[in-house]
Nanobody
Framework: QVQLVESGGGLVQAGGSLRLSCAASGRLISSYDMGWFRQAPGKEREFVAAITWNSGVTYYAGSVKGRFTISRDNAKNTVYLQMNSLKPEDTAVYYC??????????????????WGQGTQVTVSS
């Protein structure tokens, strides 16, 4: 069982940056692919970014590509999401998730086994 706790959310102006962290406990995340998802009010949860267990492959949603960077520090059992050039449409609750490794990063929520409780990101215009 893996427990995931997100942090780093907050209120930021458009054009600003935030770095989200996802700290894992219970098991080492080095054996898991990791992903970030988000859900805005009244909308479906959507994929943001994913990274394979060995950081060999990353994948991004088109809406964040070039602005967000996913990374992981297996020694710290933590995954990060660096978010730059934030836009009001990035406002959402952001969740990290873990799944057993595969050859490609997972982009669907049903591919993940463990979820954090989420952290709120609000971008003002």
């Amino acid at each position: 069982q893996v427990q995931l706790v997100e942090s780093g959310g907050g209120l930021v102006q458009a054009g600003g940056s935030l770095r989200l962290s996802c700290a894992a406990s219970g098991r080492l995340i080095s054996s898991y692919d990791m992903g970030w998802f988000r859900q805005a009010p009244g909308k479906e949860r959507e994929f943001v970014a994913a990274i394979t267990w060995n950081s060999g492959v990353t994948y991004y949603a088109g809406s964040v590509k070039g602005r967000f960077t996913i990374s992981r520090d297996n020694a710290k059992n933590t995954v990060y999401l660096q978010m730059n050039s934030l836009k009001p449409e990035d406002t959402a609750v952001y969740y990290c998730a873990a799944r057993t490794p595969s050859q490609r990063p997972g982009t669907r929520g049903d591919e993940y086994d463990y979820w954090g409780q989420g952290t709120q990101v609000t971008v003002s215009s």
